[in-house]
């Protein structure tokens, strides 16, 4: 019985040990930013990722759209120039 228990103590131990090795991130900080950002599109957050640069493209066509607005609203009132 006492060599279950410390076997069991070991293994214990040893995972204790594992555990508390380096992390995988410390290795990511080697990563360029290109190598990240495809390793997130890969991930499970990659629908999440392709939908927030869908949002951003739109947010910039909108800002885009709109300088044009102002500045044709500005022009048709004399001030463009």
């Given at each position: 019985m006492n060599?279950?228990?410390s076997g069991f103590i070991a293994a214990v131990v040893l995972?204790?040990?594992i555990g508390?090795?380096?992390s995988k991130s410390h290795h990511a900080e080697n990563?360029?930013?290109?190598?990240?950002?495809?390793?997130?599109?890969?991930s499970t957050f990659g629908p999440m990722v392709g939908t927030?640069?869908?949002?951003?493209?739109?947010?910039q066509l909108n800002q885009d759209r709109k300088g044009r607005?102002?500045?044709?609203l500005e022009e048709s009132?004399?001030?463009g120039r």
């Open positions: 060599r279950y228990v995972v204790g040990v508390c090795g380096p990563k360029s930013e290109a190598e990240r950002a495809e390793a997130l599109r890969t927030m640069d869908r949002a951003a493209g739109v947010e607005l102002d500045q044709a009132e004399g001030r």
